[in-house]
């Protein structure tokens, strides 16, 4: 009779389950939603398409009133366009769906933590931001834009403070009301900060105080902050409304977002 022999240690095939690391949780996460987002024609023509078009437009066209060099005051203006679409507008449109078809509430019957599933949304959205910044300043650069090295790092610094701002508005108001109701809204308010925002732009034809008010809306304010941080210079009153904007709504959102 031949005799069994264990080759391996007792325990070596013992079941062993833990989770896995915080980072590699937000990392898959992450990953998901980026498939997500730019697998969404509607998100490509909110993200990529309409802030291209904008920025050729209005760099090449002959629209009067925006000075010799247009394409100065175009680049920080159509990156706000980009950083709203993507942060805000497609943000709070995905969140609403995905809690009306149950892909949140199936989320959180998962080990993944409620703020692996925030934070990979977000995480998500800050690389889709870089990667608009990046090819709106290549076509930018094209079309004769030329800022300074402190300029760039001054616009970082307010695109990632735009970008914090207009995605905890998103998640409120996607994390909040029905779906139907926030791809209504959704869009209204994109209109609305659109138009305000055009009134920051032009605010060399506006009064003072009524520039002021226009900054008030996060568009506005970060239209002027992107504007003044390409002139290395710093619109502390934009820090402020973005900073108080994000503060408010990320507050919020903690407080009543739900996912189903």
Not at 9 to 18: N, Q
Not at 120 to 140: D, F, M, P, R, T
Not at 231 to 258: E, N, P
Request: glycine share 10%.
């Amino acid at each position: 009779m031949t005799e069994t022999v264990n080759r391996f240690a007792p325990g070596t095939f013992s079941p062993a389950p833990c989770p896995t690391t915080r980072a590699k949780m937000l990392a898959a996460q992450t990953r998901m939603e980026l498939i997500l987002l730019l697998r969404n024609g509607e998100q490509l023509l909110l993200t990529m398409f309409i802030p291209i078009t904008l920025l050729i437009g209005l760099t090449l066209l002959p629209v009067s009133g925006l000075g010799e060099h247009r394409v100065d005051r175009v680049v920080p203006a159509v990156m706000m366009v980009a950083i709203m679409s993507t942060a805000f507008t497609g943000q709070a449109i995905a969140v609403g769906f995905d809690r009306r078809y149950g892909a949140l509430k199936r989320l959180g019957a998962t080990p993944l933590p409620r703020w692996g599933i925030v934070a990979g949304k977000c995480s998500a959205v800050l690389i889709v931001v870089v990667l608009q910044s990046i090819l709106l300043g290549a076509i930018g650069f094209a079309l004769g834009w030329r800022p300074s090295l402190l300029g760039l790092l001054l616009g970082a610094v307010v695109i990632a403070l735009g970008t914090a701002t207009f995605a905890a508005l998103g998640l409120l108001l996607g994390g909040t009301l029905k779906a139907e109701v926030v791809l209504a809204l959704a869009n209204i308010l994109w209109f609305v900060m659109l138009g305000t925002a055009s009134l920051v732009f032009m605010s060399d034809d506006l009064p003072h105080a009524v520039s002021l008010i226009a900054r008030i809306i996060p568009s506005g304010a970060l239209s002027e902050c992107l504007e003044q941080a390409m002139r290395t210079s710093v619109d502390w009153y934009g820090i402020a409304v973005l900073a108080g904007w994000g503060g408010l709504a990320g507050w919020l959102a903690t407080r009543f977002f739900k996912f189903d």
